[in-house]
């Protein structure tokens, strides 16, 4: 995977694709399905929402990192099933054949089939809502399916996959920061 600048993390969550957060806790890894999802900034800042129900919650309370992934859509039904089963007994990485890679600034691993892994670090817990904020301290792209197509999850069990991408860029010139 190839590090970009941390300001392409933005790129990642605003089209508010389904990820796949990872974690590491106790010498385990885990991988858990998130689609609530929001950027809080241009600098890599990123909110999720999750709560105790889920294996992965003691992990990020204690260890306060992890890898936000994003999967291409044709592994939309491992993306489902790694959101149907707690990592508790289960090594889901083995389960699911994905590939951890090491990654640099948090323990938690990259996953080498998704199209871009951020490496965050939490820097806030919003208990009352269940919202974690993070900081991207690194960006990785996959540039072997960097044309694969996001997943966005409609709520219902319906998913849908990107559609046509348009390039309006000389409209927002102006709000643009340099480098996006
Ligand atoms: C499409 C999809 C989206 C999901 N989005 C969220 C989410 O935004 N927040 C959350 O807490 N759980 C979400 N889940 C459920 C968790 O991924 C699920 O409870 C998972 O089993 C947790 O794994 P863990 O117990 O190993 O941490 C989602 C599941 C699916 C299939």
Redesign the pocket.
């Known amino acids: 995977m190839k590090e970009v600048n941390i300001i392409k993390a933005l790129t990642f969550i605003e089209p508010g694709p389904?990820v796949l957060?990872t974690?590491f806790n106790e010498q385990k890894q885990?991988?858990?399905?998130?689609?609530?999802?929001m950027p809080t900034d241009w600098e890599g800042g990123i909110a999720?929402?999750?709560?105790p129900?889920?294996?992965?919650?003691q992990?990020l309370m204690k260890t306060k990192e992890c890898v936000i992934a994003i999967p291409p859509a044709d592994i939309l039904e491992k993306?489902?099933?790694?959101?149907?089963?707690?990592?508790?007994k289960?090594d889901?990485f083995s389960l699911f054949n994905l590939t951890p890679l090491p990654a640099k600034t948090v323990q938690a691993p990259l996953i080498q089939e998704c199209m871009a892994c951020l490496e965050c670090k939490m820097t806030d817990y919003i208990e009352k809502y269940?919202i974690f904020i993070f900081k991207t301290t690194r960006v990785l792209i996959n540039e072997s399916c960097l044309d694969k197509k996001m997943?966005h999850?409609i709520g219902d069990?319906t998913?849908i996959i990107d559609g046509e991408k348009k390039d309006c860029r000389s409209l927002m010139a102006d709000k643009l920061p340099p480098d996006l």
């Open positions: 389904v957060v974690t885990n991988v858990m399905t998130i689609s609530w999802t999720l929402t999750t709560g129900w889920n294996y992965s919650f992990a993306v489902i099933q790694i959101g149907d089963i707690s990592g508790e289960t889901k269940g997943i999850a069990g998913f």
